[in-house]
Nanobody, 124 residues
Framework: QVQLVESGGGLVQAGDSLRLSCAAS????????MAWFRQAPGKEREFVAFLSWRASITYYADSVKGRFTISRDNAKNTVYLQMNSLKPEDTAVYYC?????????????????WGQGTQVTVSS
């Protein structure tokens, strides 16, 4: 069982940066592949970034590639999402997710555990 708690969201202006954190409970955090998804009002939850359990593989949505960076600190049981050059279209609730399963990293289906989300609002 893993519990995930996101933090770090807020209201920023276009061009600003934010770093989201996702703190995980459990001693086996290092075995989980982690991802960030986001959901804007009236839209489906969409993939943002993925980091494999060995931190050797990363994937990003095209819309955030070059601006966002996913990383993890297994000693702190935490995964991060560094978001630079934020745009109004990045406004959404951001969720972290964890999985031991293999599967399409960009789909919500393989992820077994989800956090409650943190709101990011980018004003123009």
């Amino acid at each position: 069982q893993v519990q995930l708690v996101e933090s770090g969201g807020g209201l920023v202006q276009a061009g600003d940066s934010l770093r989201l954190s996702c703190a995980a409970s459990g001693r086996t955090f290092s075995m989980y592949s982690m991802a960030w998804f986001r959901q804007a009002p009236g839209k489906e939850r969409e993939f943002v970034a993925f980091l494999s359990w060995r931190a050797s593989i990363t994937y990003y949505a095209d819309s955030v590639k070059g601006r966002f960076t996913i990383s993890r600190d297994n000693a702190k049981n935490t995964v991060y999402l560094q978001m630079n050059s934020l745009k109004p279209e990045d406004t959404a609730v951001y969720y972290c997710a964890a999985t031991l399963k293999s599967g399409p990293y960009y789909d919500t289906t393989p992820y077994e555990y989800w956090g409650q989300g943190t709101q990011v609002t980018v004003s123009s």
